[in-house]
């Protein structure tokens, strides 16, 4: 039973443009939602974060955006860089530090 | 600081032999846990230990599947007998235990069983 649900397996954005990558969760205790990246040959990398008592946390480029009653948060890029193009994983996590994650969406950022 | 430290990075075996991976992570975390990558399932929980102890296996997909961590520096991942559909990339993670704390990544390790 899949608890973070990426359904967008691929994303292609032009440089410049913005992206958008959407996770959708089930467990309604989730309090506390990451985004990370991933190269290939590398370890997924910490993004971004957004605790359950915000719906909007921005860090330069990336923004999350958080919608509880949804069970909904999306990844903002802008603007979106070649460099950016990577697999990104949503995760959730409930009270501690054990982290669920999504399947990832992996994004292709051409010029 | 290092990070966390995953051997070996690629490991190649036979179907039914022992496969042994191994994890240090990174000093004053309490917390660690082995995810494994495959298509379908993205990034997978196998195992989370916090203070060296198994807080939940429930992710473990069978009893071939075993881990340990006998100090707060070392943990290892075992697979034995090995088959083919355990080929993947496992990664290690580690965090300080708490609430809203990130977990920081190995490199991972890219099993293939032939």
Known sequence: ?111 | DAGVIQSPRHEVTEMGQEVTLRCKPISGHNSLFWYRQTMMRGLELLIYFNNNVPIDDSGMPEDRFSAKMPNASFSTLKIQPSEPRDSAVYFCASSRTGQNTEAFFGQGTRLTVV
Not at chain 1, 33 to 55: N, Q, V
């Open chain 1, 1 to 111: 039973d899949q608890q973070v649900k990426q359904n967008s397996p691929s994303l292609s954005v032009q440089e410049g443009r913005i992206s958008i990558l959407n996770c959708d969760y089930t467990n309604s205790m989730f309090d506390y939602f990451l985004w990370y990246k991933k190269y290939p040959a590398e370890g997924p990398t910490f993004l971004i974060s957004i605790s359950s008592i915000k719906d909007k946390n921005e860090d330069g480029r990336f923004t999350v955006f958080l919608n509880k009653s949804a069970k909904h948060l999306s990844l903002h890029i802008v603007p979106s860089q070649p460099g950016d193009s990577a697999v990104y994983f949503c995760a959730a996590s409930s009270g501690t530090d054990k982290l669920i994650f999504g399947t990832g969406t992996r994004l292709q950022v051409f010029p």
